[in-house]
């Protein structure tokens, strides 16, 4: 079965550069999320797209920025790199379930180290 | 607001029983609970609704008291595979955004 796609798998960028990470969710998957987990962390919310619009906001630098795009695929954009922004960067996607979240599937993450 | 999971970390043996706990300030409409093994992505185990409809692994259990706004997974009879951190997550008011606890580090040891 197909799953979540994110690349690339690894990025290593300087301080102050800018990096790009790619998702492509589930097909027919209608929700898309981004999570940022350091070391020794929970996965923090980071933003969510339904049916390709944005959708609910959490602890999202303003130095980053996300969009989804018409063939579903997401792209989650980060400037100004900082040391702190070294982390694991997951893309889900999931299926709406009324009221709630669906069952979120993950994809491997895309380790980022600012050095 | 992140739901407060506990306890942090249990160390057990094989075919011991585990139980972890999860609870939110907020009213709640559902909770989630997930694993991670190390460098790993979280992985689905169960999703329990308002109204007591419960979706999810076969030998792992859960509860969800909503008028507590608590939540607790029950693991029986350990196995070494059920290493891992375990996260809670919850949306209240929103199906799109799902807030996970701080986690619970699961040993399993032989």
């Known amino acids: 079965a197909a799953g979540v796609i994110q690349s690339p798998r690894h990025l290593i960028k300087e301080k102050r550069e800018t990096a790009t990470l790619k998702c492509y969710p589930i097909p027919r998957h209608d929700t898309v999320y981004w999570y940022q987990q350091g070391p020794g962390q929970d996965p923090q919310f980071l933003i969510s797209?339904?049916?390709?619009?944005?959708?609910d906001k959490g602890s999202i630098p303003d130095r980053f920025s996300a969009q989804q795009f018409s063939d579903y695929h997401s792209e989650l954009n980060m400037s100004s790199l900082e040391l702190g922004d070294s982390a694991l960067y997951f893309c889900?996607?999931?299926?709406?379930?009324?009221?709630?979240?669906?069952?979120?599937?993950f994809g491997e993450g895309s380790r980022l180290t600012v050095l | 607001q992140q739901p407060v999971q506990s306890p942090q970390a249990v160390i057990l043996r094989e075919g011991e029983d585990a139980v972890i706990n999860c609870s939110s300030s907020k009213a709640l409409y559902s909770v989630h609970w997930y694993r991670q093994k190390h460098g790993e992505a979280p992985v689905f185990l169960m999703i329990?609704?308002?109204?007591?409809e419960q979706k999810g692994h076969e030998k792992i259990s859960a509860s969800f008291n909503e008028k507590k706004q608590q939540s607790s997974l029950y693991l029986t009879a350990s196995q070494l595979s059920y290493s891992g951190t375990y996260f809670c997550?919850?949306?209240?008011?929103?199906?799109?955004?799902?807030?996970f606890g701080s986690g619970t580090q699961l040993t399993v040891l032989p």
């Open positions: 997550g919850t949306a209240p008011g929103s199906a799109r955004q799902l807030t």
């Open positions: 797209f339904y049916e390709k619009m944005q959708s």
């Open positions: 329990l609704l308002k109204g007591g």
């Open positions: 889900a996607s999931s299926l709406e379930v009324g009221t709630t979240p669906g069952e979120l599937f």
